[in-house]
């Protein structure tokens, strides 16, 4: 037997750019039993978890990373796929497997130890990756594998070690990919493992990495800057896949910025533009993207050609010495609210990226911030105080200034702001109240109907079949129940959704219902303090009772 690396000991130097791909081809051994699990992740404004019974859904959208690991695993293993976002880990599961493959962001760091312990217990042998292992391998001494990195020549030896043997070994083994996977070579998400039914969206990965060098973000260092991309065939076949087993209705790109390599993104639309008109229109996209999108009219046009709806922009902060602090210098090429406005010229509606506690943050900030969300008439925003990661320029910069928290405590934020933590929180709390009151949510969205849907492309409309009216039925059941008589906020929502309904326009409907029955219930836990104020906060995940990794897991 080949002896196994020792703790801490790397099988390869740090990664590289990608190169040729390496495979899971090794010699014929027996069939393995794999449990792939997604850990629960924290709420938050981004999740909508409280949309998640109004629409029959029970999360948010597939987690690709490890979907896309289970994709890669010899066809003659058995493997099996929990997310814990749908349903709890049993005895059962853990009994079935031989090897247990966990993922996760630093927020699933607690439930990633829960899990690991109770694998253990039932005897089975525990494999890490992810982004918040590839990061910070130094934080998890208890899986017996650690997969630092994306997939490649470290999951090839891996999965060789696993068709060797099973049993756990004496000291941890840590593999990290010196030769990445190129995107090309990845296979699609094993789909046929989970129920699309169960999300509120589907999820797709087009390509990783991002030029930029945003002070807060860990991509560049996890990812690397120069972005790596799939083949439209890839993307289209994922999309056919998806299809076959149903219509999610609506895609979202996880790529870290849809617009990382602007010419790579104008081959995709060209491909999804085809795609869309051969099978009918059957699908909207959304997407994550940088502020400099508002520069690119020609991509701008063929996003809302290939109908997509919705953009995630990393807006921070609407103050430009903030901007300057925070290296986000692609959002200073024009100002912030013309940018918003171009994009939604093309039928984008933004979703923006705020952050609270920044250095620069005065006693102006949060009026500033309501200005800006006033003028913008941005209906959704997720809201979060600063929170250093590793591997970032500014957990560097906190550590040289002493301003690194090892230990939070009860705080929200392992960073030790320039102004008091009680006046940050309090300004943070403001703003959401303010921000996600149901009349303010309902005037924004209204905006949106007249501002930025009005722009969007006519889609054809298909034949209604049972199973379509059926849902529609149910969903404006629960909605009309949940939201038009048991809310306090009934009599705005009957307001805006009346003239809609009589408009024939009930996927304006639901979408508004949706999402403000979430933001609106969401602040209210916020004030109540039992909201999470940060989602990257590892302190801050909930127990599990009964979080767009990428590649990496």
């Not at 130094?138 to 090839?156: M, N």
């Not at 800057?225 to 087993?245: F, G, H, I, S």
């Not at 006033?374 to 590793?390: D, E, F, G, K, R």
């Not at 309090?426 to 109907?449: C, K, M, N, S």
């Amino acid at each position: 037997m080949t002896p196994h690396p020792a703790r801490g000991e790397q099988v390869g130097p740090p990664a590289t750019e990608a190169g040729p791909a390496p495979a899971p081809a090794v010699r014929p051994g027996p069939a393995r039993r794999v449990l792939c699990v997604f850990p629960r992740y924290a709420r938050s404004f981004g999740t909508l978890d409280h949309a998640f019974a109004l629409v029959g859904a029970t999360a948010f959208m597939p987690p690709q990373g490890i979907l896309t690991v289970a994709a890669y695993l010899p066809a003659g293993w058995s493997v099996r796929f929990v997310d814990e976002n749908v349903r709890p880990v049993t005895e059962e599961d853990l009994a079935w497997a031989e090897v247990v493959f966990l993922t996760g962001m630093h927020v699933q760091r607690a439930r990633v130890e829960e899990l690991t312990d109770r694998a253990h217990h039932a005897g089975a042998l525990v494999a890490l990756g992810g982004p918040s292992v590839s990061a910070c391998p130094e934080l998890y001494p208890a899986p017996d594998l650690l997969h630092v990195g994306e997939l490649g020549d470290a999951t090839a030896a891996l999965v060789a070690r696993l068709t060797e043997d099973v049993g756990r070994p004496a000291v941890q083994e840590l593999y990290r990919t010196d030769v990445r996977l190129e995107l090309a070579d990845c296979p699609p998400p094993a789909y046929h493992l989970i129920d699309l039914g169960d999300y509120l969206i589907a999820s797709l990965q087009f390509s990783s990495g991002c030029p930029f060098r945003c002070e807060f973000c860990d991509i560049p260092a996890l990812y690397g800057r120069r972005p790596r991309m799939k083949t439209v065939e890839q993307v289209t076949a994922e999309l056919d896949a998806m299809l076959a087993v149903g219509n999610p209705g609506t895609v979202y790109f996880v790529d870290d910025n849809f617009i990382a390599d602007p010419h790579a993104a104008l081959s995709l639309l060209h491909g999804l533009v085809d795609w869309q008109r051969r099978h009918g229109y059957p699908l909207s996209f959304a997407c994550e993207a940088t502020m400099n999108l508002a520069q690119r009219t020609d991509v701008l046009e063929l996003m809302r050609e290939a109908s997509f709806v919705q953009v995630f922009l990393g807006v921070e902060s609407p103050s430009a010495s903030a901007l300057q602090l925070i290296k986000k210098q692609q959002n200073l090429r024009r100002p912030v609210l013309d940018a918003i406005g171009t994009i939604n010229d093309h039928g984008l509606e933004v979703v923006a990226g705020i952050i609270l506690g920044l250095d620069t943050d005065d006693a102006a900030n949060v009026p500033d911030l309501l200005a800006f969300v006033a003028a913008s008439q941005v209906p959704m925003l997720t809201i979060n105080l600063l929170h250093a990661l590793p591997r970032t320029a500014l957990w560097d910069r906190l550590v040289a200034e002493g301003r690194l928290l090892d230990d939070p405590g009860d705080r929200e934020s392992n960073v030790a702001f320039l102004r008091p933590y009680d006046e940050v929180v309090a300004g943070w709390r403001d703003v959401v109240l303010e921000v996600f009151t149901p009349e303010a949510l309902y005037a924004r969205f209204a905006h949106q109907l007249e501002r930025t849907y009005a722009n969007r492309r006519p889609r054809p409309r298909r034949p209604v079949t049972r199973a379509d009216l059926r849902r529609g039925v149910s969903v404006l059941a629960r909605i009309g129940w949940h939201v038009g008589v048991r809310s306090d906020y009934r009599r705005a929502f009957w307001r805006m959704a009346l003239p809609l309904l009589r408009q024939g326009r009930v996927e304006k409907v639901v979408h508004f219902a949706t999402v403000t029955h979430h933001l609106v219930t969401f602040a209210r836990e916020v004030a109540a303090g039992t909201a999470d104020k940060c989602f990257y906060n590892p302190a801050g995940a909930r127990p599990l009772t009964g979080g767009v990794p990428v590649t990496s897991g």
